[in-house]
């Protein structure tokens, strides 16, 4: 486990990824004018819903997807992601986003603090 990558496999990485995520969200949710969570359990909710999506509809949406990425050279990936966080906001009640700019820099800000508490966590567990 000298790598951490058995972390984020294992049932403690998974829950310490939605943690992260909903830590991050609310991280975002400060930052970010136009996006407003309403608390804690509603951003562990919405974490949770995002990794559903993720996992689940994100795969689907790149392959469909992927003649229109090649020809924007990848930049399609950004509008798949602010759909899923669209999406996401219309699943969970007290996350609201209002427009697609304000849901692209959510989503950047959640894929940089999420990366920031994944590589912590790794470099703690080494």
Known sequence: MADGSQL????????????????????????????TIADVKTALLVALVLALLNTFVKPILVVLTIPVTIVTLGLFLLVINILIIKWTASIVDGFNVEGWFAALLFSLVVSVVNSIFTGLAKKSEA
Do not use: E, K, Q
């Open 8 to 35: 984020i496999a294992s049932p403690m990485g998974i829950i310490f990824n939605i943690l992260a995520t909903a830590a991050a969200a609310l991280i975002a949710a400060y930052i970010i004018p136009g996006v």
